[in-house]
């Protein structure tokens, strides 16, 4: 999700493609004047300007009028950062995610299609802004109770609402990056899915960098930090040092997250996390307001491998196959070489017998 990181001598930064970064201070919000379009170019140094230009120059082949609209200067430094400016990491990545997205379309996921079953019972939703005016996705584990749902259909539900968080952001205002909040009040061990946990990160690493602004995670249980060890270690620093984990407080009898509200303003926060907004997620309503896209393509297989995944598998097959057939061929080879010893040694031996007749019949 973010650019590979090292840690410098102070404790508190870290060296990034983008010089060093305090991983303990949160970036201010996006500033700008009335009619003012953000640049993205701005504040970049030489060497990363020269490494925007030449990989934009390179995706000058691209005729896809969809894969056109989605290489936007903000897209190309984020992949530029997710691999430290080096283009030619950061070209493979992009063409990678094109790959998937042609294949895939994520964008054309009807909520009220296949997914309807799982995308009712608001385990993901989108709602309202953070104080950075980043989309808000929450994550709500214990709504998640249906049964002998596949894992396919669960990350497909999770895909369509992250484009959904995709489509709300505004790029002339420098808004690139989502707020993702997690409440894990009732949370067992019913509603815990590693499978598609792990094939969700590993979706956000492959095809979505630096999307991921904020992580709140609210009062983890102790079956949390079970998945976290598993899920941590792929995780950089930039990345972990914009996860917090935030325990309530009763006040009034209610459950509140003050420090929530560094985050959200009251106005957007839903009440049973101790904001003001009365809001209850329902699939019909939010239908109402962001209908399905018409679709006239055949329905999509959408498989919860990410490509880079099935490349390494399909690659390791192949080079499996190739071994068994280097194999095969030493074999062969091995064959005829022995035939051909014997034939020589036949031919020889009879070569030797043809002499010695011939010597007897002169003897005779």
């Known amino acids: 999700m973010e650019s590979s990181a090292s840690t410098s001598d102070s404790a508190s930064t870290i060296t990034t493609g983008l010089g060093e970064v305090d991983i303990n201070q949160q970036s201010p919000p996006i500033v700008l004047?009335?009619?003012?379009?953000?640049?993205?170019?701005?504040?970049?140094?030489?060497?990363?300007?020269?490494?925007?230009?030449?990989i934009k120059s390179n995706f000058s082949d691209l005729t896809d009028p969809t894969d056109i609209a989605f290489c936007t200067d903000m897209c190309f430094l984020r992949y530029l950062r997710a691999r430290n400016y080096i283009v030619s990491k950061s070209e493979k990545m992009l063409r990678d995610t094109l790959e998937w997205r042609k294949k895939f379309r994520p964008q054309d996921i009807q909520l009220g299609g296949d997914i309807r079953e799982i995308g009712a019972v608001g385990c993901v939703y989108v709602n309202k802004r953070?104080?950075?005016?980043?989309?808000?996705?929450?994550?709500?584990?214990?709504?998640?109770?249906?049964?002998?749902?596949?894992?396919?259909?669960?990350?497909?539900?999770?895909?369509?609402?992250?484009?959904?968080?995709?489509?709300?952001?505004?790029?002339?205002?420098?808004?690139e990056q989502f707020c993702f909040?997690?409440?894990y009040k009732d949370f067992g061990s019913g509603n815990m899915d590693m499978k598609t946990n792990l094939e969700a990160m590993h979706f956000l690493l492959d095809h979505c960098p630096e999307r991921m602004g904020q992580s709140l995670f609210?009062?983890?249980?102790?079956?949390?930090?079970?998945?976290?060890?598993?899920?941590s270690p792929f995780l950089n620093e930039v990345t972990l040092s914009k996860?917090?984990?935030?325990?309530?407080?009763?006040?009034?009898?209610?459950?509140?997250f003050p420090e929530l509200l560094e985050y959200v303003d009251i106005e957007n926060l839903e009440q049973n996390l101790g904001g003001n907004l009365d809001f209850n997620y329902n699939i019909d309503e939010y239908l109402k307001e962001n209908p399905d896209p018409i679709v006239n393509t055949p329905p999509i297989t959408f498989s919860t491998e990410t490509d880079s995944k099935k490349q390494k598998k399909e690659k390791k097959k192949e080079e499996k196959e190739k071994k068994k057939e280097e194999k095969e061929e030493k074999k062969k080879e091995k064959e005829e070489k022995k035939k051909e010893k014997e034939e020589k040694k036949k031919l020889k031996?009879?070569?030797?017998?043809?002499?010695?007749?011939?010597?007897?019949?002169?003897?005779?």
Do not use: C, H
């Open 130 to 175: 953070d104080k950075k005016g980043r989309p808000i996705i929450f994550a709500v584990p214990r709504n998640d109770t249906l049964k002998n749902v596949p894992s396919e259909l669960k990350f497909k539900n999770l895909v369509y609402w992250l484009e959904q968080g995709f489509s709300r952001m505004d790029e002339s205002k420098g808004i």
């Open 243 to 256: 996860v917090r984990f935030l325990n309530s407080k009763k006040v009034d009898g209610k459950r509140t």
């Open 181 to 183: 909040i997690v409440d």
């Open 218 to 231: 609210l009062d983890p249980p102790a079956l949390f930090w079970f998945a976290w060890k598993i899920i």
């Open 33 to 54: 004047g009335e009619g003012e379009i953000f640049d993205p170019l701005k504040n970049l140094n030489e060497k990363q300007l020269e490494a925007f230009k030449e």
């Open 349 to 364: 031996k009879e070569s030797s017998f043809t002499k010695q007749q011939e010597n007897d019949d002169e003897v005779d």
